[in-house]
C-alpha cells in the first residue's frame, strides 16, 4: 500500500507518518483488517483523507455516486492496518443496532456488542455508510463518541472510553431517497472531504490494475464511454443511475467470463435507469463505444 500511495505521488511526509503508525499501531493479522478489492485514485483526496486521520479527526465523504467514497473507506482501514466495522444506515437504525443492547445467551442476561461499540474498543475505523439516511434522533447517540470526549455512556453499564486510534468514516449521497441534511451539530464532528468525480487519468489506471489483461483498445473504448455518460450526468442530461462504477466494474468482470461487451454493458449501466428515454440516451451513447457485436476477444491471452 506504501508503493500505491508512493506511484500517486502522494506527500513524502504524509507517508513517512503512515510507515511510523503502522509500525506502532498496526494490526496487520487482526482478521478485520482486509485487504480492499479496488485501489483509490485521486492524489488531493488522499492526502487530505490520511493527514486528518493522522489529525485524530473523523472524516466524512461526500458527493456523487461513482466517487470511490465507500473503495476509499475500505482503502484508508487497511492502510493504516486497523480493523473495520461497517454500519449501513437507514430510516430504523437506532440506538441498540449502532452501540448494542442486551440479550439472551446460555439463560443469562448479556450485552451484544454493537459496531459502534466494538470498533471504540478496539480501536478499529466504524464506516458509517449513508449517514443522511438516518433519523436525527438515532445519529445523536453518538455525538458524544464523535467529540472531543470520546466516549460511549450507556445507562446502566461504565462509561466506555475510545481507543485513541478509533476513527469514524461516513459517506452520504444528497438527493437519494430517503436522504436529509445532516444536522449542523453532526456536521460539526467531521471533518468533510467533497470527493469529486474519477478523472479520465485515475479511472484509466484503475481499469489497468483492476483489468491488466484487457487489450488497450477497449480499455480506452470503455473510459469513454463512461466520461461520457458522466459528463451527461454532470450537465443534467441524464440521472446518475447510469453512471455507476461499480456497474462498469461488473460488466468487464462478465465479460471475462464470456458474455457478450454490449449485452454486458447493457446490464451493468444503461439497464440501471428505469426512465425510458433516459435509457436510449445511455445506450446511444455506449454504441458509439462499445458495438452490439464484437468478433474478438476484448482480453490477451
Known sequence: MIEYLEKQNV????????????????????PRVTKPEFQYYGKEVLEEA?????????ILLTGAKATGKNVLASNLSY??????????FHVNTDFNSLIGADTFKDGEVVFRKGPIYEAAINGGFAVLDEINMAKNEAIS??????????????PGYEKITLDPSTRFIATMNYGYVGTREVN???????????MPNITHE?????????????????REAFLDMFISLQFKSENNEISTKSVDLRGLISAIQTIEIGLNPYDAVLMGLANKSFDEFERQIVIDTIK??????????????
Open 202 to 218: 485515475n479511472l484509466n489506471q484503475l481499469l489497468i490494475d483492476t483489468f491488466p489483461k484487457l487489450k488497450e483498445k477497449y
Open 79 to 88: 492502510l493504516f492496518s486497523r480493523p473495520s466495522w461497517n454500519v449501513s
Open 50 to 58: 490520511i493527514a486528518a486521520i493522522l489529525a485524530g479527526k473523523n
Open 141 to 154: 447517540v453518538l455525538h458524544a463518541t464523535l467529540d472531543h470526549r470520546r466516549i460511549i455512556d450507556l
Open 288 to 301: 458509439t463505444k462499445v458495438p452490439p457485436v464484437i468478433e474478438e476477444n476484448i482480453f490477451n491471452d
Open 184 to 194: 449542523e451539530a453532526l456536521a460539526s464532528r467531521f471533518m468533510i472531504i467533497n
Open 11 to 30: 506527500n513524502k511526509n504524509l507517508i513517512k507518518q503512515v510507515e511510523i503508525y503502522r509500525e506502532k499501531n498496526g494490526l496487520i493479522d487482526d
